[in-house]
């Protein structure tokens, strides 16, 4: 299978472009990369509890917004287009109180116009927490918000 993704993907480089973000607040982290996935890490610790110490479903979400975004992005020439979000929905399967999740975002399609990935989060045992899908925009970057 060929890449979809523009080029090789350089995780420090990506994880450079979270600084001072969101994502770098809750601690996600870009740890690998494949033919049609990126994978990203995030820590389950009081940044990303809701009150009753179980991870929180809007972080979940986070972390699968990040990967398919981030993901998408790397599929479109960057001086011309940018992915954004249209769509997102999750199914939180299980509560975590600690450790670490990972997720994957694996295209399921990488179109002109549109995107479509599928994000999966699971516990540090491999057990399913969320399992997310992510539809994409594909604009021009001249699109961007406040331009």
């Not at 820590?43 to 809007?58: C, I, N, S």
């Not at 179109?111 to 021009?140: F, H, M, Y």
Request: aromatic share 4%; glycine share 10%.
């Amino acid at each position: 299978m060929s890449s979809v993704f523009v080029s090789p993907v350089d995780l420090k480089a990506v994880n450079a472009l979270s600084a001072d973000s969101l994502i770098a607040h809750l601690g996600i982290e870009f740890t690998a990369a494949g033919d049609d996935w990126l994978e990203a890490t995030m820590p389950v610790d009081a940044r990303t509890h809701q009150p009753y110490g179980l991870l929180h479903g809007g972080a979940s979400v986070v972390l699968a917004e990040t990967l398919g975004s981030t993901a998408g992005n790397l599929c479109v020439d960057p001086r011309q287009w940018m992915c954004v979000g249209v769509e997102i929905n999750a199914n939180h399967l299980r509560g975590e109180r600690s450790g670490v999740v990972t997720g994957r975002a694996t295209a399921v399609h990488v179109g002109r116009s549109t995107q479509v990935w599928e994000i999966d989060i699971r516990n540090a045992a491999g057990k399913r927490v969320c399992v997310s899908r992510l539809t994409l925009a594909v604009v021009p970057m001249q699109q961007r918000a406040g331009a």
